[in-house]
């Protein structure tokens, strides 16, 4: 089936260090790629997305690549904040057969990023 | 604003009494959803409705009901809810091209059941 594989944290940095959280799909077909941020006491929001292979999303400094003969889309970001700290979704959705979708979230990696 | 309003935010109650989480957005989305979120198991879905009068069982839907009325409205009932509900549950809300239209959450119900 649709799976995502996030690396566990937690993941903790100090300001300015570089981060990478590893996401690979398992997927039928072309998925969609996404990564979802969720700030403490807050609901999850889109944090970028990439939709065919090779693309690249990126915002607020974070960028992932649509890999596809790695099946992975990684999260980068070469300078973190404080601000930064949250737990971190990837996620893809998978067209199925018969024109349904299917959302499918990875665990969340928490990264907490100290000053 | 847009956004995706749930209450309660907080909520403490008794195994077996009936309880409804209420969802409500203001986008006029078609697609709304129901997930909980675990700790070491992340989201999972639900319930979710393409649109009025239309709701489908998500991954987790035993022990929980959903209706949609209207669409602005998607309430979670849980008619006896038991200690294994205990979690934090999340509204989000949607056009129905989720690959163009990102999900918009709400921020969080935290059930305990005592």
């Known amino acids: 089936g649709n799976s995502v594989t996030q690396m566990e944290g937690p993941v903790t940095l100090s300001e300015e260090a570089f981060l990478t959280i590893n996401c690979t799909y398992t997927?039928?077909?072309?998925?969609?790629l996404f990564w979802y941020v969720q700030y403490p006491g807050e609901g999850l929001q889109l944090l970028l997305k990439?939709?065919?292979?090779?693309d690249k999303g990126s915002n607020k400094g974070f960028e992932a690549t649509y890999r596809k003969e790695t099946t992975s889309f990684h999260l980068e970001k070469g300078s973190v904040q404080v601000s930064d700290s949250a737990v971190y979704f990837c996620?893809?959705?998978?067209?199925?057969?018969?024109?349904?979708?299917?959302?499918?979230f990875g665990k969340g990696t928490k990264l907490t990023v100290n000053p | 604003e847009a956004q995706v309003t749930q209450n309660p935010r907080y909520l403490i109650t008794v195994t077996g009494k009936k309880l409804t989480v209420t969802c409500s957005q203001n986008?006029?989305?078609?697609?709304m959803s129901w997930y909980r979120q675990d700790p070491g198991l992340g989201l999972r879905q639900i319930y979710y409705?393409?649109?009025?009068?239309?709701?489908d069982k998500g991954d987790v839907p035993e022990g929980y009901k959903v209706s949609r009325k209207e669409k602005r409205n998607f309430p979670l009932i849980l008619e006896s809810p038991s200690p294994n509900q205990t979690s934090l549950y999340f509204c989000?809300?949607?056009?129905?091209?989720?690959?163009?239209?990102?999900?918009?959450f709400g921020n969080g119900t935290r059930l305990t059941v005592t």
């Open positions: 989000a809300s949607t056009h129905p091209d989720r690959v163009n239209s990102p999900l918009h």
């Open positions: 997927a039928t077909g072309y998925p969609s």
């Open positions: 990439a939709t065919k292979a090779d």
């Open positions: 996620a893809l959705i998978s067209f199925l057969q018969g024109g349904s979708e299917k959302l499918v």
């Open positions: 986008m006029n989305h078609e697609y």
């Open positions: 409705s393409m649109n009025v009068e239309v709701t």
